[in-house]
């Protein structure tokens, strides 16, 4: 599948503000084997030289700097993708060290004493996969998808509390569950295809899943406890992925100015058809 996101980020301001420091995260990744970033732009108003990094995970970071005084900054970030509906086939390898990491509580992934009882029943499943199956049909049949309970920052234990929340939320949920159980598992951010990303159909700004590490048979393996397919197949484009949201926000920063932020995002994923060689034009 091809497909095409636009993503508009407009911030704005009562008062002039001033020397704006930006990370953004929102080139999707390349090379995962199940997608391709065929191309990629982003632009920035004001105008600003824009620089890229790769952070410790693996996500390509693009940050920028506006000095002079200003009431708002748009980011554009638009993006073809190719996307496949097969993992590639294994074995896998994965850094020890990196499992390790991804086996840990984190900012937003807590081990209160809910999650413990929760986790409890899903020990005896010995097989990796199964078991973030199961835990993954668990919190879509049980918890209550309701945007404005939670905020960006709310935790785990927060949601495990509250029997409800947004995609952000179950993942965390989820990443807990796994990881106390000893299975690593990684937050991921990134965008949904086709009839909304919300259990209603409605349109999400991003979207947010889990993925797990099966095994080197089976290697990191997509789980959406938002959805009732609730395995990723080619509709989902991933951005990255790191320990919790904290690791992969798609736009944060820092300014100087006594004035109140506002923040609009629009997101749009749209499919094209293209032929090889057009998607390799797209790539030059």
């Avoid at 620089?51 to 700097?65: L, P, R």
Wanted: hydrophobic share 35%; proline share 5%; with cysteine.
């Amino acid at each position: 599948m091809i497909l095409k996101v636009e993503h508009s980020t407009l911030f704005e301001y009562e008062e002039p503000i001033y020397e704006t420091a930006t990370e953004v995260r929102l080139h999707p990744r390349s090379g995962t084997g199940a997608q391709r970033c065929a191309s990629f732009s982003l632009q920035v108003n004001p105008s600003a030289t824009v620089f890229n990094y790769t952070d410790f995970y693996g996500n390509n970071v693009h940050h920028f700097n506006i000095l002079q005084s200003h009431k708002q900054v748009h980011i554009m970030a638009t993006s073809i993708i190719e996307t496949l509906n097969h993992p590639a086939s294994g074995p896998h390898e994965e850094d020890e060290i990196m499992l390790l990491d991804l086996l840990s509580e984190s900012r937003y992934v807590h081990y209160d004493p809910a999650i413990l009882a929760l986790a409890a029943q899903f020990k005896p499943i010995t097989d990796p996969w199964l078991k973030a199956m199961e835990i993954c049909r668990h919190i879509n049949d049980t918890f209550l998808y309701e945007p404005g309970v939670t905020d960006v920052h709310s935790t785990s234990a927060v949601v495990m509390a509250l029997g409800r929340g947004v995609c952000q939320d179950f993942a965390h949920l989820m990443l807990a569950v796994c990881r106390h159980l000893g299975l690593p598992a990684r937050y991921v951010s990134g965008y949904l295809y086709g009839g909304g990303s919300t259990p209603d159909g409605q349109d999400e700004a991003s979207h947010a899943w889990c993925e797990i590490w099966c095994g080197k048979e089976k290697g990191w393996v997509g789980f959406d406890p938002t959805h009732k397919t609730l395995v990723v197949d080619d509709r989902y484009i991933k951005i990255g992925s790191g320990r919790d949201y904290g690791d992969v926000p798609p736009v944060r920063g820092t300014y100087k100015g006594a004035s109140s932020e506002k923040m609009s995002v629009s997101v749009r994923v749209s499919a094209l058809e293209l032929t090889p060689g057009e998607i390799r034009q797209h790539n030059t």
